[in-house]
């Protein structure tokens, strides 16, 4: 089946770092979201892409337009409060009632 | 204040006995999705429905159920309960079937089974 592969797993970010979020896809993806879920478990939607990049914040997502197998989150100047699990979700070409997510990267930002 | 609700916020069961997990959206929305979130595994879809019927299932067992009685509604029943059904498990809605640019999530039922 498609599989969506995080990396890396877990993170460790001092406050004021950049750092980026990668998702590989197996097979050519129509859209990609980002979300995060926070230390009460709840999810919350980041960014969704079908193509190209959006920025919201320190907060940067793109989403290779060409193959449409990965994408990247990049975490500008990093604080605490960044800290959560990021998880990617993609939507396949021919399957568009339901995402299939990645495993997630756990990211700590420490002072 | 939160738009999708999701009662209980955490559920202990013994094994085989039966849970109903409720969803309830005040988005206005008309499509609900059931998610589940195993240790260590990948969020995972479980069902979709559109206009309160039931559009995708990707859930195997039969033992899944789920339940729309209102347009608002999207309730999980699980019979015959497995330690191994143990997870997080997450409503979420979104205008229509395909606009999975504005899904949103409930804050998760997290299951325990004894």
């Known amino acids: 089946g498609d599989q969506v592969e995080q990396s890396p797993s877990a993170l460790s970010l001092h406050e004021g770092t950049d750092s980026a979020l990668r998702c590989n896809f197996t097979?050519?993806?129509?859209?990609v979201q980002w979300f995060r879920q926070n230390s009460r478990g709840s999810l919350i939607s980041l960014f969704y892409?079908?193509?190209?990049t959006k920025e919201n914040g320190r907060l940067k997502s793109a989403f290779d337009s060409k193959e449409r197998r990965y994408s990247t989150l990049h975490i500008r100047d990093a604080q605490l409060e960044d800290s959560g699990t990021y998880f990617c979700?993609?939507?396949?070409?021919?399957?568009?009632?339901?995402?299939?997510f990645g495993l997630g990267t756990r990211v700590s930002v420490f002072p | 204040d939160p738009k999708i609700i999701q009662k209980p916020k955490y559920l202990v069961a013994v094994t085989g006995s039966e849970k109903i997990l409720i969803c309830e959206q005040y988005l206005g929305h008309n499509a609900m999705y059931w998610y589940r979130q195993s240790a260590k595994k990948p969020l995972e879809f479980m069902f979709s429905?559109?206009?309160?019927?039931?559009?995708d299932n990707q859930t195997a067992s039969s033992r899944f159920q789920p339940q729309s009685s209102k347009k608002n509604h999207l309730d999980l029943q699980i019979t015959a309960l497995k330690p191994d059904d143990s997870a997080t498990y997450f409503c979420?809605?979104?205008?229509?079937?395909?606009?999975?640019?504005?899904?949103?999530f409930g804050h998760g039922t997290k299951l325990s089974v004894l």
């Open positions: 979700a993609a939507e396949a070409l021919n399957y568009a009632q339901g995402l299939t």
């Open positions: 429905y559109s206009y309160q019927k039931l559009m």
């Open positions: 097979t050519t993806m129509r859209s």
């Open positions: 979420a809605s979104s205008q229509e079937l395909t606009d999975n640019e504005r899904l949103f």
């Open positions: 892409l079908a193509s190209g």
